[in-house]
């Protein structure tokens, strides 16, 4: 199974962009489906991106279509979510995620989760 880190959130005003970074340890990195998520305080986790093992096939939801972009290096086993036009309503915990599913698409379909890092868009 998998473990993993992410990194890069923090306080940022509202237009600004942000990257964050999801290093994963464990077996090959390539067959896992990766995702983001995030979370704010007495909320249902929201999915926000999902990026495909095969084709590296990309998703989103309206939310963040055209502000949000998922990207993957293979060989660095890395996972990357480039937030631009940051609005407060982004603000929250963020969390990678990975799915031995093609496409997954709910919270059970994915089976390992980093700790989470904090975004905070506020002026």
């Known amino acids: 199974q998998v473990q993993l880190a992410e990194s890069g959130g923090g306080l940022v005003q509202p237009g600004d962009s942000l990257r964050l970074s999801c290093t994963v340890s464990?077996?090959?990195?390539?067959?896992?489906?990766m995702g983001w998520w995030r979370q704010v305080s007495g909320k249902e986790r929201e999915f926000v991106a999902r990026?495909?093992?095969?084709?590296?096939?990309?998703w989103y939801p309206e939310s963040v279509k055209g502000r949000f972009t998922i990207s993957r290096d293979n060989a660095k086993n890395t996972l990357y979510l480039q937030m631009n036009n940051l609005k407060s309503e982004d603000t929250a915990m963020y969390f990678c995620?990975?799915?031995?599913?093609?496409?997954?698409?709910?919270?059970?379909?994915?089976?390992?989760w980093g700790q989470g890092t904090q975004v905070a868009v506020s002026s």
């Open positions: 990026i495909s093992r095969i084709q590296s096939i990309t």
């Open positions: 464990g077996p090959t990195f390539s067959d896992y489906t």
């Open positions: 995620a990975a799915s031995i599913h093609d496409f997954p698409y709910i919270r059970s379909h994915f089976l390992s």
